[in-house]
DNA sequence: ATCGCACACGTTATAGCATAACGCAATTGA
DNA sequence: TCAATTGCGTTATGCTATAACGTGTGCGAT
């Protein structure tokens, strides 16, 4: 149950977004892709299901935009939570774990007898750089 | 500098909010207020836009919707992270807080010099009557 | 008092994000 | 071979959010 090999599509977006300095919505990716013969936005969306579904690839929420993923090597196992800052300056992303907050909010959630599928933790900011 | 006497437009939404059991979109919230003469959805959103600002209503990020807030004492201090639990099932909304989360976060942030300006924590899955 | 400013409001139009529904082609495995 | 699955392409549509314009109202400063 690894990563299967991606199909043509697949690979243009994973493409697109490795090589792209920051998060991009899916019609800026489509736009990027229109040389590659990309006409519809569901081709793009249809591809990124399958990334989101691979590990390869996080959708920034509070942003309606994609990342690629950083942490290249933790598709095959059972990730964890994966948390985000945002600068509102320069548009950088940079993913980040924890294991501290993963168990906090765990037990959190299971006083609750809340049964978690997926979390998103986005933090919006300035870098170092854009302070 | 507490939360000023809303407007007859935000006082509309805020008890749309109020009194709906989950959150709700800014077009859903049109279509309940459309009796009270509501037409379009500027009407709506820049409402929301006070309505978050005096931190009366959640945005929740996940879902392009928004709720009232349940804590009602927050409004006045400087008010921490919030966090939510979500419910896909039926789509209930529970909010928390929690220090030790903060001040991990704050920390990891920190770590990166990075200026945190809003932090969204939202837990997607089922609740204890919808596992 | 009246001018200027800030702010809420109303309206139309448009931009930006996402999916429904159809049909076709290729692959695979019973 | 047949049926099921998966990916693909296309058209149309729906949902979310904001731009840009103008109006009215309250209020403090001159």
């Known amino acids: 149950m690894g990563t299967p090999q991606l199909t043509k599509n697949q690979s243009l977006v994973m493409g697109a977004?490795?090589?792209?300095?920051?998060?991009?919505?899916?019609?800026?990716?489509?736009?990027?892709?229109?040389?590659?013969?990309?006409?519809?936005?569901?081709?793009?969306?249809?591809?990124?299901?399958?990334?989101?579904?691979?590990?390869?690839?996080h959708r920034l929420e509070s942003l309606n935009a994609f990342v690629a993923c950083t942490c290249p090597h933790e598709h095959e196992h059972d990730r964890g939570v994966t948390a985000f800052t945002i600068c509102e300056g320069c548009g950088q992303v940079t993913e980040f774990h924890d294991a501290a907050i993963e168990e906090r909010l765990s037990a959190l959630v299971r006083a609750q007898s809340f049964k978690t599928e997926k979390t998103t933790i986005e933090i919006r900011g300035h870098c170092k750089s854009c302070a």
Chains 1, 2 share one sequence.
Request: proline letters at 5%.
């Open 17 to 57: 977004l490795a090589h792209s300095e920051g998060p991009m919505s899916a019609y800026t990716i489509l736009d990027k892709l229109r040389d590659e013969g990309f006409r519809a936005p569901l081709q793009v969306y249809r591809a990124l299901d399958k990334l989101l579904e691979y590990g390869l690839v």
